[in-house]
């Protein structure tokens, strides 16, 4: 089984309706932030990715909302699917920052038909 | 196509023993990097190659050495392996640098020391 998982908060939606995935980040300076998607078994895959000069960003069925007052970021999924069940992970960086890639601990989204 | 392919997927190994995880992309990326994934605290940098030739440490990088053999493959090497290096170990690369664009990651090698 997936070990990776165990002890991360949980959303549960039901299939159709929208999920909102809220990560508060630590470094202020921080001025790249990244949503990746992790499936059970495999690795990390992009979703969406917004700059600090930015409030807000739009992909297919996601958006992506910063507030740097707050040092808080989120992914708004539209319409959710059985397939987006998954953990979601946020990322901040600073630009160019090789080593500085932080990612949060993950939330596991849970989608019920 | 195959992008970030790492080899084993799975191992289990004694303290104490030695082995290697291997990781090949064929995407011609500059970066690749190393993390380890426990639970509860998301991805951590092992140790990054900006480019073919060099190699840097991340957050965590007791207990391991990388090796960049050239610009298709990054590995990583357990010296003596330790309970503490159980884990989910994820090769990643990208075109430039963490703070330029997204990483792509392998499908992760689980590494069990007894």
């Known amino acids: 089984g997936e070990s990776v998982g165990l002890h991360l908060p949980t959303l549960s939606v039901q299939e159709g309706d929208n999920s909102i995935i809220n990560c508060a980040y630590s470094?202020?300076?921080?001025?790249?932030f990244i949503w990746y998607k992790q499936e059970s078994g495999k690795g990390p895959q992009f979703i969406i990715d917004i700059r600090s000069n930015m409030d807000k960003r739009q992909g297919q069925r996601v958006t992506v909302l910063l507030n740097k007052t707050v040092k808080h970021l989120s992914l708004q999924i539209a319409a959710t699917q059985p397939g987006d069940s998954a953990v979601y992970f946020c990322?901040?960086?600073?630009?160019?920052?090789?080593?500085?890639?932080?990612f949060g601990a993950g939330t596991r989204l849970a989608v019920h038909p | 196509n195959a992008g970030v392919t790492q080899t084993p997927k799975f191992q289990v190994l004694k303290t104490g023993q030695s082995m290697t995880l291997q990781c090949a992309q064929d995407?011609?990326?500059?970066?690749m990097y190393w993390y380890r994934q426990d639970p509860g605290m998301g991805l951590r940098l092992i140790y990054y190659?900006?480019?073919?030739?060099?190699?840097d440490k991340g957050e965590v990088p007791n207990g391991y050495n990388v090796s960049r053999l050239n610009k298709r493959e990054f590995s990583l090497r357990l010296e003596s392996a330790a309970p503490s290096q159980t884990s989910v170990y994820f090769c990643?690369?990208?075109?430039?640098?963490?703070?330029?664009?997204?990483?792509?990651f392998g499908e992760g090698s689980r590494l069990t020391v007894l």
């Open positions: 470094n202020s300076a921080s001025d790249y």
């Open positions: 990322a901040e960086t600073s630009s160019g920052g090789y080593n500085k890639l932080i």
């Open positions: 190659s900006a480019s073919e030739g060099t190699t």
């Open positions: 990643a690369s990208s075109a430039r640098g963490l703070g330029t664009g997204e990483l792509f």
């Open positions: 995407m011609n990326h500059n970066s």
